[in-house]
């Protein structure tokens, strides 16, 4: 990971709020790196609000002896509206009001994407144990601007998408629901799944619908469904819960079953054409960023044959190629990445409301 510079040493309650895990750690910063020294898991639905496990987390990070906290950073998905996060994949939401007054830390309440992007920014180009550089076909990756706009892309469960705009030596970070745009559709086959998204959903389905865990599914029912003799790994899948059909569809396409190798192209060139979009509209000469596991957990799929960067990298007009050409595309590969960009947003934020508290 990259150093800090200019930021006090401090420690951070770092906490990442998805819809299985509450994710909480505590770390320290010292002299410019991040290091996480304490950490635990709780279910997200097993527990009434996220006070409880948080109360239980200090309790447990004190009695082991890890140095108390001076903030409190918290990532969920969803809308952040004031100091609140209404939670789109749990029972509950997050009141970073509420957290402040109950265990007196200074708190800061962001978008999991956000978080993310946070999170990205402390990430090393050059090692390859966190990004993995997708080049264009018969090039080589593309450098990323230092100082320039970076988008954060993430296929998981859903699509997520963050952007960070660079001015001046100011960072801003912003979340997005650019998950929901519309599905790019680049020939007859996926303009024809997307008439079969469109009778499911009863309206023009977004690009998450066809970019994520749920979108490999839809892809491979939408294959499945038009297979006269479909195979033995392709009659299970189908006797599956749908939850379970996107790691099954991997997995035979690794054992090269053709239909789910079908399926996964077709997911692969779909998040393509998404991550291309995105770049002709933010111009992100810091990079375009793959986070969320499904990427990282089939690499071979998104370069075998440059199949991402072929499809990234067509456009309808030249100068739309050119963009695509001089925009770095990386694979984020650290699964740790929500956690320390909690805590990269808990320090840059403290620094920029007046020091920290």
């Not at 195979?231 to 899948?237: L, N």
């Not at 100068?319 to 909690?342: E, L, N, Q, W």
């Amino acid at each position: 990971m990259h150093t800090v510079a200019n930021m006090r040493d401090t420690t951070i309650l770092a906490v990442d709020v998805g819809g299985t895990n509450i994710s909480c750690a505590i770390v320290e910063f010292r002299s410019g790196r991040f290091a996480k020294c304490f950490e635990r898991r709780y279910g997200t639905r097993s527990e009434p609000s996220l006070l409880v496990p948080l109360g239980r987390f200090i309790e447990e990070a004190s009695a082991a002896g890890v140095s108390q906290p001076h903030l409190l950073c918290v990532s969920g998905a969803g809308p952040v509206v004031g100091r609140s996060i209404q939670l789109t994949n749990a029972p509950w939401g997050i009141d970073g009001a509420e957290l402040e007054r109950r265990f007196g830390l200074g708190t800061y309440v962001i978008n999991d994407f956000s978080a993310i992007a946070w999170g990205v920014m402390l990430l090393d180009p050059q090692n390859a144990d966190e990004l993995v550089p997708l080049a264009n076909p018969g090039g080589k990756p593309v450098v990323p601007d230092h100082e320039g706009p970076m988008v954060v892309l993430g296929a998981g469960t859903g699509l997520g998408f963050g952007f960070v705009m660079r001015d001046d030596g100011v960072i801003r970070v912003y979340p997005s629901e650019g998950g929901h745009i519309s599905l790019p559709v680049y020939n007859d086959e996926t303009r024809a799944l997307s008439r079969w998204l469109e009778d499911a959903y009863g309206f023009a389905a977004g690009v998450e619908a066809g970019v994520s865990g749920q979108g490999i599914g839809h892809i491979f029912a939408f294959l499945a469904a038009r297979e006269s003799f479909p195979s033995a790994s392709v009659r299970t899948i189908l006797e599956a819960a749908e939850q379970d059909r996107p790691a099954m569809v991997a997995k035979a396409a690794t054992e090269a079953d053709p239909l789910c190798l079908h399926a996964m192209d077709m997911f692969v060139r779909l998040y393509a054409r998404f991550a291309s979009d995105a770049a002709t509209m933010f111009l992100p000469s810091g990079g375009v960023y793959l986070a969320g596991g499904i990427a990282a957990k089939n690499v071979r799929f998104f370069v075998d044959g440059d199949r991402f960067m072929d499809s990234f990298g067509k456009g309808y007009r030249e100068h739309v190629r050119d963009i695509a050409a001089r925009t770095p595309v990386f694979i984020v590969k650290d699964y740790d990445i929500s956690i320390y960009g909690a805590a990269n947003a808990a320090l840059n934020l403290a620094q920029r409301d007046g020091g920290l508290r």
